[in-house]
């Protein structure tokens, strides 16, 4: 089982589709760094040796950020909107729709469920 940034990798997906399970890492950034540490991504994950695997964490650690280095970045980045008080801060203090979505209808996913109205 491939561990690589504190995530176990599924075994018999190719490599360019299981790099994505890593926070942080999609498809495109999946390529690119199959491109820098020079493995084809057609790979499946149990067929990589130690060397490959160490090549992958290398080739992530020093040009991404990834997992909790990254989930804390974003954290700080929306703490600091919402200290500042500007308008994308605010939504999110609110917990409503920050990029312009209609809120009338939908959004549901960001305002939670109904609640009744009261006469």
Known sequence: MAR???VDLPKNK???FA???IYGIG???STKILEISNIEPTTR????SEEQLLAIRNAIAD????????RSQ???NIKRLMDLGCYRGIRHRRKLPVH??????????????KKPMRA
């Open 27 to 29: 498809i495109t950034t």
């Open 100 to 113: 312009g979505q209609r809120t009338k209808t939908n959004a549901r996913t960001r305002k939670g469920p």
């Open 14 to 16: 190719t490599i360019q």
């Open 74 to 76: 974003v954290g700080r």
């Open 63 to 70: 040009n991404f950020s990834v997992e909790g280095e990254l």
């Open 19 to 21: 790099l994505p399970y």
């Open 4 to 6: 690589i940034a504190g």
């Open 45 to 48: 994950v149990n067929k990589l």
